[in-house]
């Protein structure tokens, strides 16, 4: 007789359902208890390779932590972020803007972050930005292409303010087809070309600038409803100025706001300066 030793090995499948580990990064962070909000700011020894942000963030906030961002391995700690929407990293030694691929991504905040070029890297063509803040920089100048590679994207508010500002291309914001709201406040500008390429926009804020006239520019019809040219250099508006365009031609749903203007001579303009 024959006798067969069968061994039998059954394995059983055990399926284990996926636990999600996010959590806080409490070490160094504070989140809504949702995860949804992280704020991980004023920590100058942060170091980004041992934090583990969680997936659910929808805001996150980086601000005042000497990051730089001219690693991959710090900037894929955000660029993983599939929900990210909004970011901030005001107060770091930036320099250039990070190439960040976040496809999610609808606000970019980088004030006084050394920056001295708005120049943004291919990395952002196919973003979906819509407000960008980049103030409080040393920029100086934008030039034409600078914010090409955002052709394709909705942004539709930009602010410089505060960025020593002294010359902009006359084409520079034509790639920002969408823009609504533009703020150059408290720079060196004394022209604004740059206006008639503006189509939708509809708040321009010159604030704090050099301007000694009001400029051609509002004598041309467009959007725009709101113009600011606070504290400037103004000192007469009279027939010549682009104001009596707007009053010859009823134009009456714009604003000009002119306070704390050397005004010495202001003849009639109706009820278009404020």
Same mark, same amino acid.
């Given at each position: ?5 069968? &061994?039998?090995i059954?394995?059983?499948?055990i399926?284990i359902?996926?636990v ?11 989140c809504?208890?949702?995860? %949804? /909000? ?9 170091n980004?390779? +041992?934090?583990e ?6 805001t996150?906030?980086?601000i ?11 900037r ?8 990210l ?6 107060? +770091?030694p ?18 006084d972050?050394?920056? %001295? ?13 819509? %407000?960008?803040?980049? @103030?409080?920089n040393?920029?100086r ?10 052709? +394709? &994207? ?14 902009i291309?006359?084409?520079a914001?034509?790639?920002? @087809?969408?823009l609504?709201s533009?703020?150059l406040n408290?720079?060196?500008l004394?022209?604004c070309?740059?206006l008639?390429?503006?189509? /939708?926009?509809?708040s321009?804020? $010159?604030?704090?600038?050099i301007? &000694? ?13 709101i113009?600011s040219f606070? +504290? ?7 027939? @010549?100025?682009?104001?009596f /365009?707007?009053q ?10 002119l306070?704390?203007?050397p $005004?010495?001579a202001? @003849? ?7």
């Open positions: 007789m024959n006798y067969f030793t069968c &061994t039998i059954i394995i059983v499948s399926s359902s996926a999600s580990t996010d959590s806080c990064p409490e070490a160094q962070c504070k809504s208890q949702d995860l %949804t /909000v992280v704020n991980c700011d004023s920590k100058p020894s942060l980004l390779s +041992n934090i942000f969680p997936s659910e963030v929808v996150l906030t980086l005042n932590d000497r990051l730089k961002f001219d690693t991959s391995a710090d894929s700690k955000i660029a993983n972020l599939s929900r929407q909004d970011l901030s990293l005001n107060h +770091n930036l320099t250039i803007i990070p190439s960040f691929n976040i496809s999610s991504l609808r606000s970019l905040s980088l004030q972050t050394s920056l %001295t070029s708005v120049e943004f890297p291919p990395s952002y063509s196919s973003s979906i930005l819509q %407000t960008v803040i980049l @103030s409080d040393k920029i100048s934008i030039a034409s292409t600078d914010f090409a590679v955002l052709k +394709n &994207t909705k942004t539709k508010r930009l602010h410089i303010d505060s960025a020593s500002l002294t010359t291309d006359q084409n914001f034509t790639p920002l @087809s969408q609504q533009l703020s408290k720079n060196q004394k022209s070309d740059f008639s390429t503006l189509r /939708v926009l509809s321009i804020k $010159l604030d704090g600038n301007f &000694t006239s009001l400029p051609q520019q509002l004598s041309t019809p467009n959007d725009i409803k113009f606070k +504290n400037n250099n103004i000192s007469i508006i009279d027939e @010549s100025s682009s104001l /365009v707007w010859k031609k009823n134009w009456t749903n714009m604003r000009v706001y306070e704390k203007n $005004l010495i202001v @003849s009639h303009c109706g009820s278009f300066v404020f």
